[in-house]
């Protein structure tokens, strides 16, 4: 069963333009969010995080916007470029339990054409 | 401060052998946990490891198997094993178990299966 859904599974963008990915969840324990990104030959390496008592993030181009109601969250890439052509990764955990592991969705593979 | 490392980061093996990775965590972090990245299936939860002790295991046949040391370096193993197996196995440390938030990912062992 799969816990955290992620869309759409490939985006290609203009320069300057605005990157949107989708994720939605199930299970209503998890309390964080987390989006990963990946270049090729690279591990994933944490981007941005959100926690669902806010329902907005912030850190330069990048915002998270989350609908804890919808169980649903959203990656938002501002002035996108170039040099943001990756793989991201939404994911849910329940911090500081003994669950431990992440749930990854599939991954976004964004394309910014200069 | 060095990353996680992972060792080899390339692997080439015939189906029914066995393969041990391995992984050294950053310093500092006692908690590893691996992922099994596929363009199929995305990243999938293995094990997670703590103070030498299995916290968590993911859904995957008993031919995967690992260990953590006393110094936090882990080991994972793949026996008989299979052309389905081929993926990029990544490791994760963080500094407490139950922080899937905390990552930080290694480069991954590309493994093909031949």
């Known amino acids: 069963q799969q816990q955290v859904k992620q869309s759409p599974q490939s985006l290609i963008v203009q320069k300057g333009g605005i990157s949107i990915i989708n994720c939605a969840y199930e299970n209503t324990a998890f309390d964080y969010f987390p989006w990963y990104q990946q270049f090729p030959g690279k591990g994933p390496a944490l981007l941005i995080a959100i926690r669902p008592d806010v329902s907005e993030k912030k850190e330069g181009r990048f915002t998270i916007s989350f609908n804890k109601s919808a169980k649903q969250f959203s990656l938002h890439i501002m002035d996108s470029q170039p040099g943001d052509s990756a793989t991201y990764f939404c994911a849910a955990s329940r911090e500081n339990t003994n669950a431990g592991k992440s749930t990854f969705g599939d991954g976004t593979t964004l394309t910014v054409k200069p | 401060k060095a990353g996680v490392t992972q060792t080899p980061r390339y692997l080439i093996k015939t189906r029914g052998q066995q393969v041990t990775l391995s992984c050294s965590p950053i310093s500092g972090h006692r908690s590893v946990s691996w992922y099994q990245q596929t363009p199929g299936q995305g990243l999938q939860f293995l094990f997670e490891?703590?103070?030498?002790?299995?916290?968590n295991k993911g859904n995957f046949p008993g031919r995967f198997s690992g260990r953590q040391f006393s110094n936090s370096r882990s080991e994972m193993n793949v026996s008989t094993l299979e052309l389905g197996d081929s993926a990029l196995y990544l490791c994760?440390?963080?500094?407490?178990?139950?922080?899937?938030?905390?990552?930080?990912f290694g480069s991954g062992t590309r493994l093909t299966v031949v």
């Open positions: 490891y703590f103070s030498e002790t299995q916290r």
């Open positions: 994760a440390s963080s500094l407490v178990p139950g922080q899937g938030v905390g990552y930080t």
